[in-house]
Structures are given as C-alpha cells and as structure tokens.
C-alpha cells in the first residue's frame, strides 16, 4: 500500500539529479532564465513602487515616526518572500509550459532513444494549446477546491481539513506535471486522468513530493523541471502498456 506513494515521491528527487546532465540542461535552463528575469523585475518594479508609496505616507505623519521606515521595509521584503515565492510556482508553469513539453520529449528520447513516438507539436502550437489546456485544469480545480475548502469552517472537522487539501493539491500537481509527457503523447485531460486514477497512490507520492520541493524556498526555483523530468521518468516506466497502446493511434496510419 505505501510502496506505490513512495515509489511516485521518488520520481521528483530522481528527476532533480537529471537537471545538469548532457542533452538536458538547455530545456532546463532557458525556461528558468526566462522566468528569473521576469520575477527579478517584478520585485525591482515592486520595491520602485513601495518606495514611493513609502515617501508619499512618511511626508503626511510626524517627523519623528520617520523610524517606521525600518520596519516597513523588512515586512515588504518578508511579504515578497513568502508570496512571491510561492506566486512564482503559478508564473514559472504557466511561461515554461511550452518549454516543459519540450523537456518531457527530450527526457523520453534520452530513456529509450530510437522508440516510435508520435511527432511532437511545433512550439507555436504548444502555445496555442496551453490556454485550453489549462482552461480544463483550472475548472477542474475550481469544482473540487471550493467545496473542500469548506471542513476549514467546520468544528473538529477542520482539524484534518489542512491533511484532506494538501492531498487535493498533491494530486493537482502530478496532474499538472504528468500532463507534459502525456500530453505528447495527444491524450486528452479525462483520459490522463483515468490512467492516475487507476495509479492514485503512485500519483498522491509523485504530487506530494513536488509539493515539498515547491514550499521550500530557493529550492522551488528547480522544484519545475525536476518535477518534469520525474514525471516523465514515471510515465516511462510506470505506463508502459499505456504508452505502447497510444502509441499507434498517436503516431497515425503508415
């Protein structure tokens, strides 16, 4: 029984030691660039901000409260800290979706170079298909969450109300990561979901230890490709005869 959960939480910190190997690297690099850059600006256009809002409250109040300065801005940097880190995880796979299918492919030719696999989708299209994709997710996610979130309100029940959602979100993730090798492979959201479903332990494992990596800070920064290369580690040697039956359909009539 908790073989399949630590089996799948394997896959993650497996996917972590393939992030600087030859073949690699660049999908990993180019989509952590990418998004450092755009978070690097965000708190410098941040901090630009709060300065002045800054400046703007401390000239309407006495000249001696002008001391608040030093407290404001180590809880502005708190703040940043602790939400923009974890704002990041949202951000990061949204712009990196593209890159993070190309990833999954690059991990699944390195695994089993020379296997028949259907032809992969010109970035350009990953780019047209992300929206809808992540359309379904987010629905998905919206129907379950807002009713779980409700034992928070709840007397007693609301003890094992953090336990029952960080199970959700475990679950969510290995949906959102095993989406990019599956969704090479051209099956559909529901049918992903079917497969894990059939694999739920393995999935709860996979999803929980992502969640681990993603809460720790600094650590999250790479908490995304590993989960990518991980999941398509475990896509590869968890579903071989779901692959060899997409395989086919996918790769089209000869």
């Known amino acids: 029984m908790a073989a399949g959960f630590i089996a799948g939480a394997a896959y993650p910190l497996r996917g972590a030691r ?15 660039l990418i998004n450092t850059l755009l978070f690097g600006a965000a708190i410098w256009l941040g901090a630009s901000e709060f300065d002045v ?3 703007w409250l401390l000239a309407k109040l006495p000249a001696w409260l002008d001391w608040l300065r030093w407290l404001l801005w180590p809880l502005f940097a708190a703040t940043v800290l602790l ?33 028949l ?5 010109p970035l350009w299209r990953e780019i047209v298909r992300l929206p809808g994709t992540e359309l379904k997710k987010l629905v998905y996610f919206l129907l379950r969450a807002i009713p779980l979130l409700l034992p928070f309100l709840m007397p007693v029940v609301n ?9 959700f979100t475990a679950w969510m993730l290995a949906l959102q990561y095993l989406d990019y090798p599956l969704g090479n492979h051209l099956i559909p959201f529901e049918e992903q979901r079917r497969l894990l ?5 393995l999935a709860l494992g996979f999803g929980s230890m992502v969640l681990l990596l993603t809460m720790i800070p600094v650590v999250n920064f790479l908490a995304m490709p590993a989960a990518v290369i991980g999941a398509t580690l475990l896509w590869v040697e968890q579903f071989p ?14």
Request: hydrophobic share 50%.
């Open 18 to 32: 393939w992030l600087l190997r030859r073949g690699v690297r660049g999908f990993v690099l180019a989509p952590l």
């Open 53 to 55: 809002f800054l400046n």
């Open 83 to 115: 939400v923009g880190f974890y704002t990041f995880n949202l951000l990061a796979n949204f712009f990196a979706s593209p890159f993070n299918s190309l990833l999954a492919e690059r991990v699944e030719d390195l695994v089993n170079p020379g296997v």
């Open 117 to 121: 696999r259907p032809p992969g989708r």
């Open 159 to 167: 003890t094992i109300a953090p336990f029952i959602w960080g199970l």
């Open 197 to 201: 479903g059939e694999r739920r332990r």
């Open 241 to 254: 005869q779901a692959r060899q039956a997409v395989r086919p359909a996918a790769a089209g009539p000869s």
